[in-house]
């Protein structure tokens, strides 16, 4: 089985600042990982994925995160926030033996103008 | 636009009653998807597809029937709506993977008395 963990439920930060996302997962054999965004009122979409190569992958708007084997984690990273970056951000991989992803309970980010 | 497309977007229903959610997309992708997304929990999978007349069980298949008889529309049926499928609905296709939802439709929000 698989398990995502988002350890911060809820992450203020003024404009400018910047920004880390914990996701750890527990299956070991994970090699294909996510992370997801969903705007306010909007439907989820994609923001950048790692499945083989630089351990550092960037996303859109300027997103990126590190996939550290030995720690379990895929950090998600921005340098400088803005408002419009306000949204609820979820992590997710696969389980073992099965392509189906688990979710993690999702990060809500407030960035204050 | 192109894109995913659910219906209604809101519902309330009676516990004990039938209905049916539809999910059309018109960017010809063979693999589509239904998630619910809970308060606190991230999305998980309830069904999913890899083409038409293909359908497969994800991890909260209880509850739910869906049906592919073309490439483009994926409805999810509720058989007897119960309080515990109180929810809102994601709908979502992909070029490359079922397990990779790339477009989301934008959600129907169901509640259950």
């Known amino acids: 089985a698989q398990s995502v963990s988002q350890h911060n439920h809820h992450v203020i930060l003024s404009e400018a600042a910047s920004l880390e996302l914990g996701c750890n997962y527990s299956?070991?054999?994970?090699?294909?990982l996510f992370w997801y965004v969903q705007y306010p009122g909007q439907h989820l979409q994609l923001l950048l994925k790692?499945?083989?190569?630089?351990?550092l992958v960037k996303g859109i708007k300027g997103f990126e995160a590190e996939f550290i084997k030995s720690k379990f984690s895929f950090n998600l990273r921005k340098p400088s926030v803005q408002w419009s970056d306000t949204a609820e951000y979820f992590c997710?991989?696969?389980?073992?033996?099965?392509?189906?992803?688990?979710f993690g309970k999702g990060t809500k980010l407030s960035v204050i103008p | 636009n192109a894109g995913v497309t659910q219906t209604p977007k809101f519902q309330v229903l009676k516990t004990g009653q039938s209905m049916t959610l539809q999910c059309a997309q018109d960017?010809?992708?063979?693999?589509m998807s239904w998630y619910r997304q809970d308060p606190g929990m991230g999305l998980r999978l309830i069904h999913y597809?890899?083409?038409?007349?293909?359908?497969d069980q994800g991890e909260v298949p209880n509850g739910y029937n869906v049906s592919r008889s073309t490439t483009e529309d994926f409805p999810l049926r509720l058989l007897s709506a119960a309080p515990s499928q109180t929810s809102v609905y994601f709908c979502?296709?992909?070029?490359?993977?079922?397990?990779?939802?790339?477009?989301f439709g934008d959600g129907t929000r169901l509640s259950i008395l």
């Open positions: 979502a296709s992909s070029y490359s993977n079922w397990y990779q939802p790339q477009h």
């Open positions: 299956y070991g054999g994970t090699v294909n």
């Open positions: 790692y499945f083989s190569g630089d351990p």
């Open positions: 997710a991989a696969p389980g073992a033996g099965s392509y189906q992803l688990t």
């Open positions: 960017m010809n992708h063979e693999y």
């Open positions: 597809s890899v083409g038409a007349g293909i359908t």
